[in-house]
């Protein structure tokens, strides 16, 4: 890590160096494009997720809303990050997108309680978000990296199962007992995804390096309307421009869903310092200041609590595109501007979320076996930076044991009270708490 930014303290003494500064149009389109491309997949796949676990017609009108809602908001809170408004935005090149931190609490509390009761935590969620952002600093000190990573590897572990079942053909019960539930053409299709991302990622520069991901879904979309698998009537019917739905689905207060969607909105806010943190130092060999983390922290929550307004699931920094920042040493924030607003046009159009709603479920299967196995993988990352003594490995071993056992096992607390339950249950809530609470009460070891 230490060779790494040494690199890209090298490359932030270039011209680009500067956040204000602008690259010619010619080269700022291209670098904007990039960073919409390396975080597109996983932006959409989140509001495929919950809503097939709320109920909704797979390639349906209401999941392509939500697919739609995914871009546009993720442009919008783009340029909240960017462009920023008074005390709101770091100024810094931070892309924006749909937050796979919250899927496992959302998918659950859309699967029993729908989605007005899951939209409306991610508004108060929000909320709360925004407010954190004058006490961030001061709130550190609980979220140390055993903490942090922990959180990210059970929410990467808890994501693995739902990948597995898509790539094999279903979601649903109903589904996984059809007869062609992991047959050999689904599988064709999730593997063709999965080779070539890998193909492109370690075998390729630039552009195709950084969309290897969206390259690998592509190649499987054509594998699988090959096979037969891929029905475009939808795409046929949607319209080309449409607007937006404020409360699609009501307002509907559930205590338990709230304090879910808080605890991880707590984690994604400690997220968030990191990357504006790693952007700064990426791209121009500096810390973030305090108002940059604290700019970063309050767009982020006013994104999360305007989408879920109009149907959209929380936002959060992307850390791939600080990746894509320190590869090309250009900080200007106005080239992530470029992105955030190619995002927003393809929010407006519904025939691009019908293409994407269109997209059969092995060939997302595919594709999200490489993602939530790359978020357990940044969870280890960061559990690197701990010593794993006795006291740590107890931690570890407990919250996750704790965290995931009762995810698996949901019965084990069907007498606890609904709001209880909802938390128990979840993997991420039960998780973060038992490190936090073992983290603070376990003697250090010498």
């Known amino acids: 890590m230490a060779d790494t930014m040494t690199a890209q303290e090298t490359q932030a003494t270039g011209q680009y160096s500067d956040p204000n500064v602008t690259p010619p149009l010619g080269q700022a389109i291209p670098l904007g494009l990039q960073h919409v491309l390396a975080m597109f997949a996983s932006n959409v796949t989140p509001s495929i997720i919950v809503a097939g676990a709320a109920g909704l017609a797979f390639g349906g009108a209401e999941q392509v809303y939500l697919i739609q809602m995914a871009m546009l908001f993720a442009g919008i809170a783009t340029l909240f990050q960017t462009v920023g408004i008074g005390p709101i935005g770091a100024r810094l090149p931070i892309m924006q997108g749909t937050s796979f931190a919250f ?16 939209l409306t935590a991610c508004i108060i969620g929000g909320v709360i978000h925004f407010a954190l952002g004058s006490v961030i600093g001061k709130l550190r000190w609980l979220f140390p990296p055993l903490v942090t990573g922990l959180v990210i590897l059970a929410i990467g572990l808890y994501l693995i199962p739902v990948a597995i079942k898509y790539a094999a053909g279903g979601a649903a019960q109903f589904q996984m007992e059809a007869e062609s539930f992991g047959s050999l053409k689904h599988w064709t299709v999730a593997l063709t995804v999965i080779i070539v991302a890998l193909v492109l990622k370690f075998f390729t520069k630039g552009t195709l390096s950084s969309a ?28 080309w421009v449409t607007g937006i739905k404020p409360l699609p689905y009501g307002f ?24 504006a943190s790693a952007t700064a130092k990426a791209g121009a060999g500096r810390d973030a200041t ?13 994104g999360t609590a305007i989408a879920g307004v109009f149907g ?3 936002n959060t920094s992307f850390s791939q595109n600080v990746g894509i920042v320190g590869m090309t040493g250009v900080m200007s924030r106005h080239v992530v501007t470029i992105g955030g607003i190619i995002l927003i046009l393809c929010g407006l159009m519904p025939k691009v979320g019908a293409m994407i709603a269109s997209m059969p479920l092995p060939v997302l299967g595919g594709g999200v076996i490489v993602m939530f196995g790359m978020v357990a993988s940044a969870g280890l990352n ?21 965290g995931l056992g009762l995810n698996l096992v949901p019965t084990a607390v069907q007498y606890l009270p609904g709001v209880v339950k909802t938390l128990m249950t979840s993997a991420v809530a039960p998780t973060a708490l038992c490190a936090i609470v073992l983290n603070l009460i376990l003697p250090q070891e010498d």
């Open 290 to 302: 305090d108002e940059e983390i604290q700019g970063a922290t309050y767009a982020d929550g006013l």
């Open 103 to 118: 899927v496992g609490v959302l998918a659950g509390v859309a699967a029993t309680q729908g989605l007005s009761v899951a």
């Open 382 to 402: 960061v559990l690197s930076e701990v010593e794993l003594n006795r006291r740590n490995m107890v931690i570890i071993a407990v919250s996750l044991a704790v």
């Open 212 to 239: 290897a991901i969206l390259m690998g879904l592509i190649a499987g979309y054509v594998v699988a309307y090959l096979s037969g698998m891929v029905n475009l009537d939808p795409v046929k019917n949607a319209s």
């Open 312 to 314: 959209g699931l929380p």
């Open 252 to 275: 509907e207060f559930s205590l338990g869903a709230v304090i879910a969607v808080t605890l991880v909105s707590i984690v994604s806010a400690i997220e968030t310092v990191g990357d």
